[in-house]
């Protein structure tokens, strides 16, 4: 006799968790710390979870009627109400993997820039702005200072979804980006160096982002982090010279 579940294999939690311990491993040989690699994988599941929530939530339901008003008002319900629990699941799964940052308790606060939130920025803007020019080599180390001075305007949670963000931003903007990186960037009449530095940098979107979003913000990370305040200029007056 056939039940309604065969021939859909699912995962169990013994095998979950196998896959979860043997991605452990295999990051831990390959230098990654234990605690990025947790977070890592943290992010990775409170997202799946959240598209299964979009994708779900965002699907016209077809309502039962052969059985009458009742019955099809209880099944909306009912589909409601599993959508929902779908969704609580995964704001709870991104509460935890963010579980260390003082953002959770006091949503103004922002922490500490950790190593995790460094490489998934650098991951996220390099693509970005090769699809508008191409790379510019800046100092590593500079890079870094720039990246942590941007992440410092936000809070655990929005620095969970920067990459996101950072997307729409260069959708939103991007005949404006086109023109500024064609004038000020690499294969342009402009030195790398001087106050359009930073436009040769992937660095620049993520700046630019925040210039256009959190302005104080950013100008008082990058007072603390003792950048060149040309660079800062120089960015936001070719980004308004685009306007």
Same mark, same amino acid.
């Given at each position: 006799m056939s039940t309604a579940g065969e021939g859909r294999q699912q995962l169990d939690e013994a095998s979950v968790l196998n896959a979860k311990r043997t991605l452990l491993q295999l990051l831990a040989r390959a230098g990654v710390w234990s605690g990025d690699a947790?977070?890592?994988?943290?992010?990775?599941?409170?997202?799946? &979870?959240?598209?299964?929530? @979009?994708?779900?939530?965002?699907?016209?339901?077809?309502?039962?009627?052969?059985?009458?008003?009742?019955?099809?008002?209880?099944?909306?319900?009912?589909? @409601?109400?599993?959508?929902?629990? &779908?969704?609580?699941?995964?704001?709870?799964?991104?509460?935890?993997?963010v579980a260390s940052a003082p953002s959770l308790s006091t949503p103004d606060e922002r922490p500490?820039?950790?190593?995790?939130?460094?490489?998934?920025?650098?991951?996220?803007?390099?693509?970005?702005?090769?699809?508008f020019t191409e790379a510019s080599d800046l100092d590593p180390e500079v890079t870094e200072q720039v990246l942590r001075a941007v992440l410092g305007t936000m809070t655990s949670r929005q620095r969970a979804g920067y990459a996101g963000r950072l997307?729409?931003?260069?959708?939103?903007?991007?005949?404006? &980006?086109? @023109?500024l990186y064609a004038e000020y960037g690499p294969g342009s009449a402009i030195?790398?160096?001087?106050?359009?530095? &930073?436009?040769?940098?992937?660095?620049?979107?993520?700046?630019?982002? @925040?210039?256009?979003?959190?302005?104080?913000?950013?100008?008082?990370e990058w007072d603390a982090a003792e950048l060149p305040p040309a660079w800062l200029d120089g960015l936001t007056a070719a980004w308004e010279a685009m306007g």
């Open positions: 947790e977070e890592l994988i943290g992010f990775v599941e409170a997202g799946a &979870l959240a598209l299964a929530y @979009r994708e779900i939530d965002g699907r016209d339901r077809e309502t039962p009627t052969e059985k009458g008003a009742p019955y099809a008002s209880g099944w909306l319900d009912g589909a @409601r109400t599993v959508a929902d629990e &779908l969704g609580a699941i995964s704001e709870r799964a991104l509460r935890h993997a500490p820039v950790g190593r995790t939130e460094l490489e998934r920025t650098k991951v996220a803007v390099t693509p970005l702005y090769l699809s997307t729409e931003f260069t959708t939103g903007h991007r005949d404006r &980006l086109e @023109r030195a790398i160096h001087g106050r359009y530095s &930073l436009v040769h940098s992937p660095t620049s979107v993520a700046a630019l982002e @925040r210039l256009t979003t959190a302005p104080a913000e950013l100008h008082e």
